[in-house]
């Protein structure tokens, strides 16, 4: 049980966040502070904090534990300006995307408190954003990676490993720059192209007509593309260089099977289709026992 969280970034994430950690009932109190007061005190009317607070520095005054839920070009400012309240005792966490540069970052802002933080990452999200769209379930049956720096002290990286148990979450730990590497692969590349594809379609002379005539099919792949398009520059900008090689493996990929198109045998075209779609079902399957779409 925690008495009192301090939540810096009041918007969907940290405020399934608070609101998870109400209805689990492992904290009394919950002081929340955004960049938009509209945004606080819309979180407090909807009970996902209790008192708003009018500075982050303030809204860290007396907490146990604090989460901060800004866009990770945020995280070092956002650090820096709470450093001076921050405890050995306190629990320090963020749910950025991208790992390596946040880490860097809070040992430039935390400096000697750079003990405190321990970086997570929630693998869970929506295409809308929001507190207006926060729900005490979002964190249930979903992966979290903690990346701790090589000064986290065991105790907090228990503490954070316990309290996201306690949410329902699976808990892994993993190195930042790997991380990084797994997720440009799986998560942000997957982003950049389903932007790319929207962004294609929609600069052909009858994109219109294309759009209105698209099908479940565009729909399913491109879902992703009506993220924040804020967060996702951040996410891109910040984790360039391991997208930008996942990129480069993404064009072999779809080289090879454009020579399988022109090819005058249909096997070699039905070959990689066959391992694509027997890799995917299987990998679905997988994800379902566990719990997770």
Known sequence: MFEQLGLIGCG??????ALALKKAGLVKRV?????????????????????EAPSALLAVAGAD????????????????????????????????????????AAHR????????????????????????????????GRQVILTPTERTLTAHLRRAEELWAALGSRV????????????????????LLAFAMVHSVIQQEHSDQFLSLAGPGFRDFTRIAASDPK???????ANRDEILAQSRHFQQSLQAFEHAMQARS??????????????????????QRKGQA
């Open 12 to 17: 969907l994430m940290g405020g399934s966040f």
């Open 31 to 51: 002081v929340g502070y955004s960049k938009s007061p509209s945004t606080t005190d819309r979180a407090r009317q909807m009970g996902v904090i209790d008192v």
């Open 65 to 104: 534990i604090v989460l901060v839920a800004v866009p990770v070009a945020a995280t070092e400012a956002t650090l820096k300006s709470i450093r001076h309240l921050v405890t050995p005792q306190m629990l320090v966490m963020d749910v950025g995307s991208t790992k390596a540069d946040v880490v860097q």
């Open 109 to 140: 802002a935390l400096q000697s408190q750079i003990g405190s933080f321990v970086p997570a990452h929630p693998i869970t999200g929506r295409e809308v954003s929001g507190v207006e769209h926060a729900e005490a379930g979002l964190y249930e």
């Open 172 to 191: 892994t730990s993993m190195a930042p720059e790997a991380h990084d590497a797994v997720f440009a692969a799986v998560s942000h590349l997957p982003h």
């Open 231 to 237: 967060m996702w520059r951040d996410v891109l900008r």
């Open 266 to 287: 249909d096997q070699p075209l039905e070959d990689m289709l066959t391992l694509a779609s027997e890799t995917r079902a299987h990998w679905r399957m997988g994800a």
